[in-house]
């Protein structure tokens, strides 16, 4: 049977929030040690605060390593507004362009008279 112990790669000892660490066994049967790092609270939704879906939770500096498509969602504001806050501001602005046409029919109908 192969070794079951392991020991800590790093310099750091300790069992800590900030470095926890599990074992992970290779193909050739050895113990090696494998970093967990610890999750952030993800992304949030700039107006309403919500976490943002489809976006994974990493710390800011893991971002980095991850592809585009992993960063953001394919919409507009993706990755910056939800869904809902989207599609609120799409017809806020469909309704004050609707208002304006309104508005200038009635001015035309007004001239006329």
């Known amino acids: ?4 112990r392991w020991t800590r790669t790093s310099r750091h000892s300790y069992n800590t929030r900030q470095h926890k660490v599990s074992a992970v066994r290779t193909p050739g049967g050895t113990l ?6 610890k999750t952030s609270n993800g992304p949030k939704c ?4 919500k976490p943002l879906q489809g976006i994974q939770h990493l710390r800011s500096s893991m971002y980095r390593r991850t592809k585009q498509r992993e960063r953001t969602v ?19 602005a469909f309704l004050l362009e609707e208002q304006k046409a309104v508005k200038k029919v009635l001015a035309e109908r007004g001239d006329n008279k």
């Open 1 to 4: 049977m192969p070794d079951s």
């Open 32 to 37: 090696k040690a494998k970093r967990t790092y």
């Open 46 to 49: 700039g107006d309403c605060k």
């Open 74 to 92: 394919s919409r507009c504001y993706g990755g910056a507004v939800c869904h809902a806050c989207v599609r609120q501001r799409i017809v806020r």
